[in-house]
Every structure is written in C-alpha cells, then in structure tokens.
C-alpha cells in the first residue's frame, strides 16, 4: 500500500525533488472540500500505481511552498518527475481523467 506522506517546506527538497520516484504533490486544505473529495481518489491511483510516491502539502501551514509553485486554486496536483515540475492540474477531477491529464494512464500497475 502507497501512503501518502505529509510534505513541509523543510522536507520538500528530500521528499520531492530528490525522490527517485514520480512524485504527485497535492496541494491542499483541510476546509477543502474538493480536496477531501480528491484524497481517496490519490490514495487509489497510490496503491494502483506503485512507483508514483503521494506527498500532501497543506497551503495553510506551508504557504511558501505554494508560493513557489503559484498555487492559486485548490487542489492544486503537480506532478514531479526526476525533480522537475511535469504536470499541473487544478481542481477536482474523477480518477480516469486525473490519469490521463498526469500522464498516468500508460504506467503499468
């Protein structure tokens, strides 16, 4: 099973960017409620796609990470490969079309 790890900006660099792994950040809060509807969606593609690694960022508690990344709606998904920014998808989307517009749909389970 893929847990989705918690992200700060302290653990950023060592859980994202430097990650050998494709990483899926979701940007997030927790009075969200797309965002609550988005999480068990993440956790499937988690568990269904077992070399993407799930990493959480909450924007209340870390507003310089979504700074950085120019979060201006949540959930804002950015997807990481090799430590570089690759994809981008704001708001809720069901999980057949969030694998395809990540990129998702050619990985093999």
């Known amino acids: ?3 989705a ?7 950023f660099e ?3 960017l430097l990650s ?3 990483v899926i950040v ?3 809060a927790d009075w969200c409620g797309p965002c609550k509807m988005l999480a068990p969606v993440l956790e499937q593609i988690g568990n269904e796609h077992g070399d993407v690694k799930i990493a959480k960022v ?11 990344y120019r979060v201006r709606g949540i959930p804002y998904l950015a997807l990481f ?3 570089k920014l690759s994809k981008q998808v704001v708001g809720y989307q ?15 389970s």
Request: cysteine-free.
């Open 5 to 11: 790890v918690h992200v700060t900006t302290a653990s």
């Open 1 to 3: 099973m893929n847990k």
């Open 94 to 108: 069901p999980k057949a079309a969030l694998e395809r517009n990540l990129g998702l749909t050619a990985v093999s």
């Open 58 to 68: 909450n924007v209340d508690e870390e507003p310089a990470l979504a700074e950085r």
């Open 81 to 83: 490969q090799g430590g």
């Open 14 to 16: 060592e859980q994202v």
């Open 26 to 28: 979701d940007f997030y």
């Open 20 to 22: 050998d792994q494709t």
